[in-house]
C-alpha cells in the first residue's frame, strides 16, 4: 500500500470524480497511475463504482399525465379553441430525471467520498493513539518485570542468608580490628552445609587498585571465601558459599589484596577472629 503522504491523501480525493468520469485527462492519466500502485485507492475505486451503479435504479421515473400530452399536442399542431389560436407556454420541465440520475449521483458520490476521508483520518488517529497506548503498557510491563526480578533476587537471597543463620552447624566467629584499621569490627555465621554469612562495619576505604578478599582459615591454608562489597560507609554484609571439602575452620581473616584476588592471601590484615 502506498504511503499516506501529501501526494497520495490529493488524489484520493479525486476517486470520486473518478469513477464519475468527470476528471480532465490529465488528471485521469495522473489517477489511472497512482491506482496501479495503490491497494487502497483501487479498492475505495471498486466501492464507488457499485454505489454508482446503484443510485440511477433508486430514482423513480415519472410518467407525464394525459393532459400535459394533449395540451403539448395542441401547442405543436397550432389547434384553434374557440376564435383564436391557443398558443401554450412551454413548462419547465419536471426536474426528476437526468439531473437526478447524474447530478445526484455525483453529489452522493462526494459525500461518500468526503465521507469515507474523514472516517480514514480519524481511524489513523485512533490507531496512533492505540499504538501510544500500547507503548506505555509495554513500558510498565517492563519496569514491572525488572521490579519482580529485583524482588526475587532479595527474597532468594533473604531464603539463603536464613538458611544460614537457621543450620544445625551454625558457628558465630567474631572478627577484631587489627592495628590497620583498630574501629573495624565484624561478625561471621560460618556452617559447613549452608555457606557463610558476613557482615563488618567501619572498614577503612582503600586504594584503587585494591579490595578487601574474606578467608577462611584452616590447619591446612587459608580457603578464599571471596570479595567483599564495601559500601562508603565501610559496612558490608555477604553471603557467600563454602567449598563441600572444606576443613576444619580454625580462624576468619579479612586482608587487603589486588583488584580481582589472589589464591593466598598476601596484603594487610584488617580483620581477624578465632573460631574457638
Not at 501529501?6 to 468527470?22: C, N, P, T
Not at 527474597?155 to 544460614?164: D, K, N
Request: aromatic share 4%; charged share 20%.
Amino acid at each position: 500500500m502506498a504511503s499516506h503522504d501529501a501526494e497520495h491523501e490529493r488524489l484520493q480525493e479525486s476517486a470520486g470524480l473518478y469513477v464519475l468520469d468527470a476528471l480532465e485527462p490529465a488528471e485521469r492519466a495522473a489517477f489511472e497511475a497512482h491506482l496501479r500502485s495503490c491497494e487502497e485507492c483501487a479498492a475505495e475505486v471498486r466501492s464507488l463504482r457499485s454505489v454508482a451503479a446503484a443510485l440511477p435504479a433508486a430514482a423513480p421515473l415519472v410518467d407525464p399525465p394525459a393532459a400535459l400530452r394533449a395540451r403539448v399536442m395542441a401547442a405543436a399542431t397550432g389547434r384553434q379553441s374557440g376564435s383564436r389560436v391557443v398558443a401554450m407556454t412551454p413548462r419547465p420541465a419536471a426536474r426528476t430525471s437526468v439531473f437526478s440520475a447524474g447530478w445526484l449521483s455525483a453529489a452522493a458520490l462526494l459525500a461518500i467520498s468526503v465521507g469515507l476521508g474523514g472516517y480514514s483520518l480519524s481511524l489513523r488517529q485512533r490507531i496512533t493513539g492505540l499504538e501510544a497506548d500500547l507503548r506505555d503498557a509495554v513500558a510498565r510491563l517492563d519496569r514491572s518485570e525488572q521490579q519482580v526480578a529485583v524482588a526475587t533476587r532479595s527474597v532468594a537471597s533473604a531464603e539463603a542468608r536464613m538458611a544460614v543463620l537457621t543450620a544445625p552447624d551454625l558457628r558465630q566467629v567474631n572478627l577484631a580490628g587489627q592495628t590497620i584499621a583498630p574501629r573495624a569490627s565484624g561478625r561471621a555465621f560460618l556452617s559447613r552445609a549452608s555457606g557463610l554469612m558476613f557482615t563488618a562495619s567501619d572498614l577503612p576505604p582503600l586504594p584503587a587498585g585494591r579490595v578487601y578478599q574474606l578467608w577462611i582459615v584452616t590447619a591446612q591454608a587459608p580457603v578464599s571465601a571471596g570479595l567483599l562489597e564495601v559500601d562508603a560507609g565501610g559496612r558490608v554484609a555477604q553471603r557467600f558459599d563454602t567449598p563441600a571439602n572444606l576443613q576444619a575452620p580454625v580462624a576468619i581473616a579479612v586482608t587487603d589484596e589486588p583488584a580481582g584476588g589472589v589464591p593466598a592471601p598476601t596484603g594487610e590484615k584488617y580483620l581477624v577472629g578465632a573460631t574457638d
